[in-house]
């Protein structure tokens, strides 16, 4: 079995408890003993923003995609362009990766669509510590998760500008 329909499988599964009340966070236990993170990270982990499932019925104006499978985190990134402010009107993600891999895509993908999206100087420039603080923090050995975020945030910009030189 593929590997992204394995993922669709599972997160299904867990996306029909959430729907039964028609609200994100309602259905996600982010009960957990033993938890090391903040809250911030378990709830994006638990109830991740703006995953993507399947592309093939998202129209992205840009596509990023960093990491390796060998080293086992990898995170891509579609962003949608609104061409008149040049803002980031919509960022999905997908991830095969860990906890703070997930979390940080999803909070990258809040960050750069909320107060009617990020500008796309300004998502070029974002920086791994402003999504480790907006999580809370990471241990030290995590930090190259939110790095992640930022560099496929960074591919997909500079695809849709590669793209919109050419039309």
């Excluded at 309602?26 to 911030?40: F, H, I, L, P």
């Excluded at 990023?64 to 949608?80: A, M, R, Y």
């Excluded at 609104?82 to 999905?92: A, Q």
């Excluded at 669509?113 to 995590?142: F, H, S, Y």
């Amino acid at each position: 079995m593929k590997l992204g329909l394995m993922f669709q499988i599972l997160f299904n599964r867990v996306n029909k408890i959430r729907m039964k009340n028609n609200n994100i966070t309602q259905g996600c236990s982010t009960d957990g003993e033993g938890w090391v993170y903040s809250q911030a990270v378990k709830l994006h982990f638990f109830c991740p923003r703006n995953i993507l499932l399947d592309e093939k019925d998202f129209d992205a104006d840009g596509y990023g995609t960093v990491g390796s499978p060998e080293c086992g985190d990898v995170l891509n990134v579609w962003i949608k362009i609104d061409k008149e402010t040049n803002r980031i009107k919509e960022c999905k993600w997908r991830t095969f990766g860990c906890a703070t891999a997930i979390a940080s895509a999803s909070m990258m993908s809040v960050m750069v669509t909320e107060n009617g999206g990020m500008d796309l100087k300004e998502a070029q420039r974002l920086k791994p510590e402003q999504i480790v603080e907006r999580l809370g923090g990471l241990p030290d050995r995590k930090f190259h998760c939110s790095v992640l975020g930022h560099m496929a945030l960074r591919e997909a910009v500079l695809d849709y500008l590669k793209n919109a030189k050419r039309h």
